[in-house]
């Protein structure tokens, strides 16, 4: 199978390599120069004592973070499967969990308690392999190709270069550099910085990559976010009587042939190109989404380029969530329908995305944010 890069080339839409020299934020890049605003000491819940190792990169971002102090609000603590994560949480009632494992936002509580982020039930927290949910990232590479799937910055231990408070709420910055790793993957020098910063009814994230290296290198990437949507009718039934929920769980069965996410819909991508990967993942087709409410009938996994910078999803659970970027050109949905059938009914991916691959020159940075907002 082709990398979208390669792809869009297959489908002779080489991206210029001019594009690489992306206009960068300064507001981003200032709020990640700031020095850390560290203020009260947070005791950390979990020991150093016993350290977990990695096969890749030995003892793992805990114990090296282990007599450090966080902003009021970030915490470290000890998560699912031992893997060290961090928990911010806001005064004004929202909070977010990260694993340092793939800097991983597994959990995006909104004030009132609702989980907008989805974990898939077969996700592992192992260390080994990506966590299937919440907000994993896709670098250096989109999809398949040269590399594992979705590129090695899901797959590697991050560390925690900083931590802050932005006017009362607490930010994190995490940090990736490469190693024997990635480089026996991707041979070059570069730093990924990854900063979540929650407020009360949104949760954005700035990430920026750094060419470090003495040569230029490629990539593409992609938050591949997982969105809760409407559960499925089987989950609402665990009250019913035994004899009920079996013949729930039968109905069930019967009408998930025809079943499809009712309810859920992404507006804003009327007008984009796009790069369907339905029925053949291997030989995209190229197309126009002509709708203004794009719906998930059934499997969806399509690319759309040249994605506004707001998209607003109806979680089909009373909830507008407005997913908003700066400098992430393009878009993905996905949802994997019967592939998938004890969750899919549970969330959608809607994905910010850079499929053209950009080439940074040494010392060049490239700068994408991303928020989401319950309105
Ligand atoms: O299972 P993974 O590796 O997380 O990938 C899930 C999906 O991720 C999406 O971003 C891709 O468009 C799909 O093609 C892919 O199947």
Redesign the pocket.
């Known amino acids: 199978m082709l990398a979208p890069s390669l792809l869009l080339r297959a489908l002779g839409k080489a991206p210029p390599s001019t594009e690489v020299s992306a206009p960068l934020l300064p507001r981003s890049q200032a709020e990640m120069a700031a020095p850390c605003a560290l203020t009260l000491p947070s005791p950390l819940s979990v020991s150093s004592s016993s350290p977990r190792r990695s096969r890749r990169s030995g003892v793992v971002a805990m114990a090296s973070v282990g007599q450090k102090v966080y902003a009021p609000g970030v915490a470290v603590s000890e998560g699912n499967g031992g893997l060290p994560k961090i928990d911010i949480k806001s005064p004004h009632g929202s909070e977010a969990e990260i694993y340092l494992f793939g800097a991983c936002v597994t959990s995006w509580k909104v004030p009132n308690g609702k989980d907008l982020l989805f974990v898939r039930p077969d996700a592992v927290f192992n260390g080994q392999k990506?966590i299937?949910g919440g907000i994993p990232h896709c670098f250096p590479q989109f999809?398949p190709g040269p590399m594992q799937?979705?590129g090695f910055a899901r797959n590697m231990n991050w560390s925690i270069t900083d931590s802050e408070v932005i006017e009362g709420d607490p930010a994190v910055t995490l940090e990736l550099k490469d190693d024997s790793y990635s480089r026996s993957m991707w041979d070059f020098s570069f730093q990924a910085l990854y900063k979540v910063a929650l407020h009360s009814t949104s949760l954005s994230t700035t990430l920026k990559i750094t060419n470090t290296d003495d040569k230029p290198f490629s990539f593409n990437s992609?938050l591949?976010s997982y969105i809760r949507v409407n559960c499925s009718f089987v989950k609402e039934t665990k009250s019913y009587s035994f004899t009920k929920h079996i013949i729930v769980l039968v109905l069930t069965s019967i009408l998930a042939v025809q079943a499809s996410i009712s309810g859920v819909s992404v507006k804003g991508l009327k007008g984009c190109k796009t790069l369907n990967?339905d029925p053949d993942?291997t030989n995209p087709l190229e197309g126009k989404e002509e709708r203004e409410e794009v719906t998930f009938p059934g499997f969806v996994?399509c690319v759309y380029l040249g994605a506004p910078s707001e998209l607003t999803l109806d979680n089909g659970l009373g909830d507008k969530i407005v997913i908003s970027n700066a400098n992430w050109s393009d878009a993905?949905l996905?949802n994997p329908h019967l592939q998938m059938e004890a969750c899919y009914k549970d969330f959608v991916?809607v994905?910010n995305a850079k499929i053209e691959t950009l080439l940074l020159e040494p010392k060049q940075s490239w700068v994408a944010e991303q928020k989401i907002e319950l309105i």
């Open positions: 990506p299937s999809g799937q979705h992609a591949h990967k993942p996994d993905v996905w991916c994905e």
